[in-house]
């Protein structure tokens, strides 16, 4: 990779992470998905308050006009149509004196019920960019690397890194910065099927490695015998399958 290539994905990464960061905070805070929320709103002088509308994150709107639980001067409502997750905005009105009749408030439903924060926001963020910069390098590495264990610890690399990357995507769906369940539901998908790889590519690698050791052995044995380093592979390579397609 050229380096302003990589100068650009630094550039762009950086990016992103300053302008998500800017994200503001929630009223209520965040809430996990499935469980009810108290609905809350503070009114001195008012003798009622009334939940009027709450709009998901989908974009609908739905028309409660409930009266609130009057508290001291609080007015509290539960509500447990927390079902999907995303930004929540909900609009109460009362009859303050000296104050907007109407106020609208926010909460967001994550699936762990964890709010991001900006310094988490911005640390998840660089892990991540900072994962897929090493996903790259590896990858790139692995089809320019020419010696066989090269290829095969970068091979590895790759996968590792490919499952770290996932889960971390993953978990940040989980905590509601993706907005939605389907890129959520697909980095979760990516990352048990790379993790369930992992075994049969264990044992595959176990095969390889005892292939190369076999061959090895036996083109080792015929050096010893005199054969010149050219004819002794080729036989090798022949009697081990010809893997090595002859080079």
Request: proline share 2%.
């Amino acid at each position: 990779m050229k380096k302003k290539e990589v100068k650009k994905l630094l550039l762009v990464l950086v990016l992103g992470i300053f302008f998500i960061s800017l994200t503001s905070a929630y009223d209520l805070g965040s809430v996990k998905q499935g469980e009810c929320v108290d609905l809350y709103q503070h009114c001195s002088d008012c003798s009622f308050v009334n939940v009027t509308s709450i709009k998901y994150p989908n974009q609908t709107i739905i028309y409660l006009n409930v009266e609130m639980e009057k508290k001291g001067y609080d007015f509290i409502y539960n509500y447990c149509g927390n079902n999907q997750s995303g930004d929540y905005f909900y609009t109460v009105c009362g009859d303050p004196t000296d104050k907007d009749p109407c106020k609208t408030f926010s909460y967001i439903v994550t699936e762990s019920g964890v709010e991001m924060s900006q310094a988490r926001t911005t640390s998840t963020l660089g892990l991540i960019g900072l994962l897929l910069i090493f996903l790259v390098f590896s990858i790139v590495g692995l089809f320019k690397v020419e010696d066989y264990r090269g290829k095969f610890a970068l091979y590895w690399v790759s996968h590792v890194l490919m499952i770290l990357i996932c889960f971390v995507g993953w978990q940040i769906g989980v905590e509601g910065l993706l907005g939605g369940m389907a890129l959520t539901g697909i980095f979760r998908i990516m990352f048990w099927v790379f993790t369930i790889a992992v075994l049969p590519m264990i044992i595959l690698s176990g095969a390889w490695i005892f292939y190369i050791h076999t061959f090895n052995e036996h083109f080792q044995k015929l050096v010893d015998k005199g054969m010149d380093t050219e004819s002794a592979f080729k036989m090798a390579n022949k009697k081990s399958g010809g893997w090595f397609n002859g080079k």
